[in-house]
């Protein structure tokens, strides 16, 4: 019987999109390949009953490891708890949404490289405005730290929302500056974190 069948309450669909993003070995393209023509319960699904694999598209986006990362997600899927790990990632405070819906952010709708879920923690709204990326050295001078930290706040100030990857050095430095900006009125800057918004690391960060 389907794992999502199996589960005591209604849930959204972000629920499902939430659990295949982290199955083991999705990684984006995989999981936009799951996602295509099939709603999020209906992929759920489809690993359930090992239909997942009569998907050319699917097939195609796993390689050599198709047949492998099948057995891997079913073992997941049968271990996983949809209701339980939706209930930790609103507990979070973590807001979840699924690429073609009205709550996944317009400002990555249009890009080809678009994530077929996208994860955030705060306000979305810092998107909305002109965007520039601050990236550099994690073993920067204090001068340069500097530099950085006040960019970030010059630009938050002009209304510019700053985007890092909250690294060391020259990101948290640019981001920290765009935060001191955004206490008095400047414009919030945006974290891209690649482990996830709940594990970000640096975790001082």
């Excluded at 050599?64 to 949809?82: D, G, Q």
Aim: glycine residues 12%; contains cysteine.
């Amino acid at each position: 019987m389907s794992q999502r069948l199996d589960d005591p309450r209604s849930l959204p669909a972000e629920a499902y999109g939430a659990a295949l993003a982290a199955l083991p070995g999705v990684g984006p393209g995989r999981l936009a390949a799951l996602l295509r023509n099939r709603t999020a319960p209906e992929a759920w699904d489809t690993l359930v009953t090992g239909d997942v694999l009569a998907d050319p598209a699917v097939v195609e986006a796993c390689g050599a490891k198709a047949e492998r990362l099948a057995e891997l997600w079913l073992e997941a899927v049968l271990r996983t708890s949809v209701n339980a790990a939706w209930d930790a990632i609103q507990s979070a405070g973590i807001s979840v949404a699924l690429h073609g819906t009205d709550r996944y952010p317009s400002a990555l709708a249009a890009d080809e490289g678009a994530p077929a879920v996208v994860f955030w923690v705060g306000d979305t709204s810092a998107l909305d405005h002109r965007r520039v990326t601050v990236v550099g050295t994690r073993a920067c001078t204090p001068a340069g730290a500097e530099i950085a930290r006040e960019l970030g706040r010059d630009l938050a100030d002009a209304g510019v929302a700053v985007v890092s990857g909250l690294a060391l050095g020259i990101d948290g430095a640019a981001h920290r500056g765009a935060v001191d900006a955004a206490r008095s009125g400047g414009t919030g800057p945006v974290g891209v974190v690649a482990r996830g918004v709940d594990v970000p690391y640096p975790r001082r960060h």
